[in-house]
């Protein structure tokens, strides 16, 4: 009896061992998805590893400088100790760097990191600089004469240091701009990207078919920065199916959204 049950035992370790389970012994890398933005992406379980597992090629991070650290937040009050931009963003976007071959996804595009300061504009990006000094090998280089593109372009938002950052000739960070801006755009090096609020522009929230005028007046935006050598963001817009087609149509270059899953595979199918 016993031999009968170890031979059965060794029986099962060699069916484990060595028959063909049909399942992958390593999941499918994700296909990079190049027009899904994740906003507020570090609300989400697991900050920036989510939106990558799901191929997202770009994601923000509101940031607030306490205590001389980039602490990720969307609210003042909400800061906690440790989650900082370094160790939520920028390591694990270096470590994937270099284990990718010099690309956040291997062979794969361009990853936007948003940085949206949340603080003074000034002493935000004085400490922004020194944390990206430690990574400028994956950086894309912005200069007074053009753009030096690698795995990662690190764009500031929200409150901008853009005349102190126009007079850099050598940087590791862009501006986001906004749709004024198009009326005296300064270079495509300084300002590679426009975004703006949907709520500031169109009235249209979802419901019903999108006005013609609207859509008009969207395919004619996003005609004037593509003219303008930029690419275009909205947020704010409604976050579902219906609204993603009509910027997916538009040409609207990164779809903002709070759902990484449903934009992906909605995206997928196109």
């Known amino acids: 009896m016993n031999d009968s049950r170890a ?5 099962c370790l060699f069916a484990l061992l060595v028959l063909p389970t049909g ?3 390593a999941a499918e890398p994700p296909v990079p998805i190049v027009r899904a933005h994740a906003h507020n992406d570090y609300e989400h379980a697991r900050p920036l590893l989510d939106a990558l597992a799901q191929g997202f090629c770009s994601v923000e991070a509101d940031v607030w400088l306490v205590d001389g650290e980039l602490l990720v937040a969307h609210n003042r009050d909400s800061v906690k100790a440790g989650r900082t931009l370094e160790s939520l963003y920028l390591m694990p976007l270096h470590e994937r760097v270099r284990a990718n071959g010099g690309r956040v996804f291997r062979d794969g595009p361009v990853f936007t990191l948003l940085v949206d300061f949340k603080s003074d504009a ?3 990006y004085a400490a922004l600089k020194e944390a990206l000094a430690k990574h400028t090998n994956m950086l894309t280089h912005f200069t007074a004469d053009g753009i030096e593109t690698n795995a990662v372009s690190v764009i500031i938002s929200g409150n901008r240091p853009t005349e102190l950052m126009a007079k850099e000739t050598h940087r590791t960070a862009a501006v986001d701009g906004r749709v004024s801006d198009l009326d005296n755009l300064p270079p495509v090096s300084l300002m590679p ?4 609020s949907w709520d500031s522009l169109f009235k249209w929230r979802g419901e019903d078919e ?9 395919k004619e935006l996003v005609g004037r920065v593509h003219a303008a050598n930029r690419r275009f963001r909205l947020w704010a817009a409604p976050d579902d199916s219906a609204s993603w087609q009509v910027q997916y149509d538009a040409g609207v270059d990164l779809i903002n959204t709070d759902k990484l899953a449903e934009l992906a595979a909605w995206l997928h199918t196109k």
Request: glycine share 0%; net charge neutral; hydrophobic share 45%.
């Open 23 to 25: 399942k992958s012994s």
């Open 7 to 11: 031979a059965l035992r060794w029986l």
């Open 193 to 196: 990207l426009i975004s703006d």
């Open 122 to 124: 000034e002493p935000t």
């Open 210 to 218: 999108f006005p013609p005028a609207e859509a008009a007046k969207l």
